[in-house]
Nanobody, 124 residues
Framework: QVQLVESGGGLVQAGGSLRLSCAAS????????MGWFRQAPGKEREFVAG????????YYADSVKGRFTISRDNAKNTVYLQMNSLKPEDTAVYYC?????????????????WGQGTQVTVSS
């Protein structure tokens, strides 16, 4: 069992930056691929970024490529999402997720564990 707790959300102006963190419980964090998803009001949850178990490979949605960076620190059981050049359309609840398979990063059904989410609001 893995428990995930996100932090770092908040209100920021367009063009600003935020860094989300997701702390995982347990001793097997490095056995999981990690992903970030987001859900805006009235919209379906969508993939944002994913990272493999070692942190060597990363994947991004086209909408955030070049602006967001996912990273992980396996010694600290934490995955991060650095978000730069934020836009109002980035406003959403952001969730981190963990899963065992190094494939299908953009598909939510590959992830077994989910955090409770953290709100990111970007004002124009």
């Amino acid at each position: 069992q893995v428990q995930l707790v996100e932090s770092g959300g908040g209100l920021v102006q367009a063009g600003g930056s935020l860094r989300l963190s997701c702390a995982a419980s347990g001793r097997t964090f490095s056995s999981y691929v990690m992903g970030w998803f987001r859900q805006a009001p009235g919209k379906e949850r969508e993939f944002v970024a994913g990272i493999n178990k070692s942190g060597e490979r990363t994947y991004y949605a086209d909408s955030v490529k070049g602006r967001f960076t996912i990273s992980r620190d396996n010694a600290k059981n934490t995955v991060y999402l650095q978000m730069n050049s934020l836009k109002p359309e980035d406003t959403a609840v952001y969730y981190c997720a963990g899963g065992p398979f190094e494939l299908g990063y953009e598909y939510s059904y590959y992830y077994d564990y989910w955090g409770q989410g953290t709100q990111v609001t970007v004002s124009s």
